[in-house]
């Protein structure tokens, strides 16, 4: 198989820079979004790979420069301000909130003397981080691969044109970057057969997958609504106090109690974001493969944001692409998160919403921990809308019943007698059914 790494060699920079270009002449006719807003999600895209800002702010370009985006001045004024900031904190890396041709993040590497990172490379590096299955991994390789050989390409011709006059056209650093480029279609190739392969096999791996034997709920929505914070209030607050199953392994999944005796498994994701770069389109949707496979779905969303209605827009749309529908809208609940920063119209607005009692939502804060209880209560009755309770005694020779039991249900109460052990488990409708077929054949 192929085996993509990201280079964790050298320990990704600490500090950094965001800047988040606007482009204040282009896309007549479309709404442009709140910069402020822009600026905080890229900020939160910096987050997810554990970067400390230093420095964000937005920058108004009239006219874009071919060779490094921004302006000299602006360029100059920046390259001061990282040096400024090297007396104390060195900055390693800027992040560019754009897609920054080869050309340009080279130039901005050398006028400001560190790594500049631009949209694309951040979020590859997130799903990098982040993707969990096979296929996930595979398509974050090949959008990675592809990516690279571009910036390959591309800065062979740059230097090539710097070459021409020197005369060292065909010199060692073509023929690298030749074989370099090489390796890399190779890969591509091996990657492009493995995924043909992961696709085939992969209601094989569902089924596998599906032997979890708790409910999976998924946190869902764009980055910096919150999720990971509500993650990990729900997952602190109501943690089962041996969770094997995911204790180290998987920082993103937990075990939690609910009220209902039942336990659930919560599984934090990778956000959504906007404008997300059409090439790396696929990878997203592998890392949402988790979600195709929850009992039950939280649409976390950031109630206070400006944009939250397009963003609501966004999400469902991919979620119905890879199959989610809204319409199926029993498989999810909408969380309004950060109701602590809503003003009084907007809450108002938000509990005549929550009022009427058809629409599955909720609103919480995560940060003060406000809704939180009656959110798990909610998940608790989502998850057993349907499901039946069911009393019965097995003989205690009756291992494999007892097994099947554990597998395919929730075992609420147990206790084991001299004649019987007997059990209280919760069941889905068909798997009711096929417990009943099972017993009648004995
Ligand atoms: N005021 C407020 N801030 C919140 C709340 N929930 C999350 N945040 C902040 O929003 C930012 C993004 O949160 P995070 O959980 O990383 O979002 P994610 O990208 O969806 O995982 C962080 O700065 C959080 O502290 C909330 O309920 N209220
Ligand atoms: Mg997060």
Known sequence: MTTFQFDNSEPIAERCLVLHPRLVNSGRGEAPRNPDASLEEACGLARAIELQ?????????????????????????????????????????????????????????????????????????????????????????????TYQRSRLVRSWTHLERQRGGAGFMGGPGERQIELDRRMIDQSIGRIKKDLADVKRTRSLHRNARKRVPHPVVALVGYTNAGKSTLFNRMTNAHVVAQDQLFATLDPTMRSIQLQTGQEAIVSDTVGFVSNLPHELVEAFHATLEEVM??????????????????????????????????????????????????????????????????????????????????????????????????????????????????RNGDVVERSDGEEAIHLKVRLAPAKAEQLQQ????Q
């Open 438 to 441: 099972q017993r009648r054949r």
């Open 53 to 145: 800002i230093d420095h964000a702010e937005w920058i108004n370009i009239a006219k874009p420069q071919p060779g490094t985006l921004f302006g000299s001045g602006t360029v100059t004024r920046i390259g001061k301000q990282i040096q400024d900031l090297h007396e104390t904190d060195p900055v390693s890396v800027v992040f560019v909130d754009t897609a920054l041709s080869p050309v340009q993040q080279r130039n901005l590497e050398q006028a400001w003397q560190c790594k500049v990172i631009d949209r694309t490379g951040l979020i590859l590096e997130i799903f990098g981080a982040r993707a969990r299955t096979r296929e996930g991994r595979l398509q974050v390789a090949l959008a990675a691969f």
């Open 293 to 406: 496979e929850a009992d039950l779905v939280l649409h976390v969303r950031d109630a206070s944001h400006p944009d939250s209605e397009a963003q609501k827009t966004d999400v469902l749309t991919v979620l119905a692409e890879i199959g989610i529908d809204e319409l199926a809208s029993r498989d999810m609940v909408e969380v309004f998160n950060k109701t602590d920063l809503m003003d009084d119209g907007a809450k108002e607005v938000l509990e005549n919403r929550l009022n009427r009692a058809d629409e599955p939502v909720i609103a919480v804060s995560a940060l003060t921990g406000e809704g939180v209880d009656a959110l798990i209560d909610i998940i608790g009755e989502r998850l057993s809308a349907g499901y039946e309770m069911v009393d019965l005694d097995l003989e205690p020779a009756d291992g494999a019943t007892l097994a099947w039991l554990y």
